[in-house]
């Protein structure tokens, strides 16, 4: 059988010194607390460096475990929250595409209700909803009609100039043929010569101006605008530049080339011409006072 | 008969707000004149005739032309169509393709004849090459693969069955 260990009881003097260090150094550290300090410290900074092997294999095994439960387990819903999120994003980018869209056409907007204000004539704001339903007309389609007061033959503008004139009136919508198409001419007048002749579109989709007199000195560049004599739009406003001049020898008047100063491919709203003085006002200077004898 | 009313508004629709994403060198598709034919030779001149009729009172009421062009031409469209395939013993890819396309050029030579009355020979000629040719051939191969398509989806409970039941 075997024998335990023999218990080797402390000796009295032995145990009476060692309480007599602890007193001691239980004493010195009440008593000089920032020496014993100093000691401790010396004594206790080896341990310290021992002591941070496991606590830093803790620390790391405690974030490897914290990781797994977020990623894994406590994420099991975020797959269900991302495609929410996405759906989201994605909507949010709808509504953002939305309000740019109609940020623009509220900018477009502005500048046409701005241009209506000061205009020196009545006319109705418009919106093209439909371009033209049949391949031999250049036409589009907007929403005012006979209820807004318009009627076939008025003038429709945007405040850089000319957009065509209204063919077809419906009760709530109406066709406006554009001033490229063949069947719309307008008098127009070069601005700088004062030449006037007649504005048309032709088949191919550019705007001529035709019947120039032969000893115009009408020019590349020159910009084109309405005479106001046909009575549907009033003079001035601007149709164009010329872009080059047409005369065979045989040809009795010159004919001229346009780009058009709208965008017709651009074009979102316009203006429809109700009423117009048949001439810009000019601030005349104010009569002189009669003589006073 | 609403639902002649309803397909052809919807036509009329697409053409007048997305043809010209379609267009092809500035030449549109005229899916009014393609839906009077298709039903022509899918459910017979009657059919094709009402279509046209309606499809062409709508186009009419939105374009430049004077109202009763387009109904007459989509009408006469349809009702032509619809004789085509009581003609031909079969009716074949190509006899479809060729049948849309003469109809097509049909319509729209007398379109660019009332569009254009005085038009110059050169301009005419002009006119006759960059759009009609193309638009017709456009139409012709749109009509091909609309009808292949309802004929290959045709089932007894979709929406062309119920037009032709109607």
Same mark, same amino acid.
């Given at each position: 059988?075997?024998?335990?260990?023999?218990?080797?009881?402390?000796?009295?003097?032995?145990?009476?010194?060692?309480?007599?260090?602890?007193?001691?150094?239980?004493?010195?550290?009440?008593?000089?607390?920032?020496?014993?300090?100093?000691?401790?410290?010396?004594?206790?900074?080896?341990?310290?460096?021992?002591?941070?092997?496991?606590?830093?294999?803790?620390?790391?095994?405690?974030?490897?475990?914290?990781?797994?439960?977020?990623?894994?387990?406590?994420?099991?819903?975020?797959?269900?929250?991302?495609?929410?999120?996405?759906?989201?994003?994605?909507?949010?980018?709808?509504?953002?595409?939305?309000?740019?869209?109609?940020?623009?056409?509220?900018?477009?907007?502005?500048?046409?209700? =701005?241009?209506?204000?000061?205009?020196?004539?009545?006319?109705?704001?418009?919106?093209?909803?439909?371009?033209?339903?049949?391949?031999?007309?250049?036409?589009?389609?907007?929403?005012?009609?006979?209820?807004?007061?318009?009627?076939?033959?008025?003038?429709?503008?945007?405040?850089?100039?000319?957009?065509?004139?209204?063919?077809?009136?419906?009760?709530?919508?109406?066709?406006?043929?554009?001033?490229?198409?063949?069947?719309?001419?307008?008098?127009?007048?070069?601005?700088?010569?004062?030449?006037?002749?007649?504005?048309?579109?032709?088949?191919?989709?550019?705007?001529?101006?035709?019947?120039?007199?032969?000893?115009?000195?009408?020019?590349?560049?020159?910009?084109?605008?309405?005479?106001?004599?046909?009575?549907?739009?009033?003079?001035?406003?601007?149709?164009?530049?010329?872009?080059?001049?047409?005369?065979?020898? =045989?040809?009795?008047?010159?004919?001229?080339?346009?780009?058009?100063?709208?965008?017709?491919?651009?074009?979102?709203?316009?203006?429809?011409?109700?009423?117009?003085?048949?001439?810009?006002?000019?601030?005349?200077?104010?009569?002189?006072?009669?003589?006073?004898? | 008969?609403?639902?002649?009313?309803?397909?052809?508004?919807?036509?009329?629709?697409?053409?007048?707000?997305?043809?010209?994403?379609?267009?092809?060198?500035?030449?549109?598709?005229?899916?009014?004149?393609?839906?009077?034919?298709?039903?022509?030779?899918?459910?017979?001149?009657?059919?094709?005739?009402?279509?046209?009729?309606?499809?062409?009172?709508?186009?009419?009421?939105?374009?430049?032309?004077?109202?009763?062009?387009?109904?007459?031409?989509?009408?006469?469209?349809?009702?032509?169509?619809?004789?085509?395939?009581?003609?031909?013993?079969?009716?074949?890819?190509?006899?479809?393709?060729?049948?849309?396309?003469?109809?097509?050029?049909?319509?729209?030579?007398?379109?660019?004849?009332?569009?254009?009355?005085?038009?110059?020979?050169?301009?005419?000629?002009?006119?006759?090459?960059?759009?009609?040719?193309?638009?017709?051939?456009?139409?012709?191969?749109?009509?091909?693969?609309?009808?292949?398509?309802?004929?290959?989806?045709?089932?007894?409970?979709?929406?062309?069955?119920?037009?032709?039941?109607?």
């Amino acid at each position: 059988m075997a024998r335990a260990a023999p218990y080797l009881p402390m000796s009295t003097g032995l145990r009476r010194i060692s309480i007599v260090i602890v007193v001691l150094c239980v004493g010195v550290w009440f008593l000089l607390p920032r020496q014993s300090q100093a000691v401790l410290g010396w004594v206790g900074n080896p341990l310290s460096s021992v002591l941070e092997v496991p606590l830093k294999w803790v620390a790391s095994l405690q974030q490897a475990v914290g990781e797994t439960w977020e990623r894994y387990v406590a994420l099991q819903h975020v797959e269900a929250d991302n495609q929410a999120l996405t759906l989201e994003v994605a909507r949010l980018q709808g509504e953002v595409n939305l309000l740019k869209e109609q940020a623009i056409i509220a900018e477009e907007f502005e500048r046409l209700l =701005t241009y209506q204000q000061t205009a020196p004539m009545k006319t109705v704001p418009a919106r093209i909803i439909g371009r033209n339903v049949s391949n031999w007309y250049r036409a589009v389609i907007i929403d005012k009609g006979q209820q807004d007061g318009i009627e076939q033959e008025m003038g429709v503008i945007t405040e850089a100039g000319v957009v065509g004139r209204i063919i077809r009136v419906n009760p709530s919508t109406a066709v406006v043929l554009l001033v490229t198409d063949p069947n719309v001419a307008v008098t127009g007048m070069i601005q700088k010569s004062r030449d006037e002749g007649i504005i048309q579109g032709t088949p191919q989709g550019t705007i001529q101006m035709k019947y120039l007199p032969p000893l115009s000195t009408v020019d590349v560049d020159d910009r084109v605008v309405t005479s106001g004599l046909a009575g549907d739009f009033p003079r001035g406003l601007q149709i164009g530049k010329i872009q080059s001049l047409i005369k065979a020898d =045989t040809d009795l008047f010159q004919a001229a080339e346009i780009v058009p100063i709208v965008d017709f491919a651009k074009l979102e709203g316009v203006l429809v011409i109700t009423t117009f003085q048949e001439s810009i006002p000019i601030n005349l200077p104010a009569p002189l006072p009669p003589p006073s004898s | 008969m609403i639902i002649y009313i309803v397909l052809s508004l919807c036509v009329v629709i697409v053409q007048s707000t997305l043809s010209r994403y379609l267009a092809i060198q500035g030449v549109h598709p005229d899916f009014c004149l393609v839906l009077a034919c298709v039903v022509g030779f899918l459910f017979g001149e009657y059919k094709g005739l009402a279509v046209g009729l309606t499809v062409g009172l709508f186009q009419d009421l939105l374009s430049p032309d004077g109202i009763g062009v387009n109904i007459v031409l989509k009408g006469l469209a349809g009702v032509l169509s619809g004789v085509i395939t009581h003609t031909v013993s079969t009716v074949t890819w190509p006899s479809i393709l060729a049948g849309t396309w003469v109809l097509s050029l049909g319509c729209g030579l007398a379109s660019l004849v009332i569009a254009f009355p005085d038009v110059s020979a050169t301009t005419f000629a002009y006119l006759l090459t960059t759009r009609l040719f193309p638009q017709s051939v456009y139409n012709s191969v749109l009509g091909l693969g609309c009808f292949m398509i309802i004929r290959k989806y045709q089932r007894p409970d979709s929406l062309f069955e119920l037009l032709n039941r109607h």
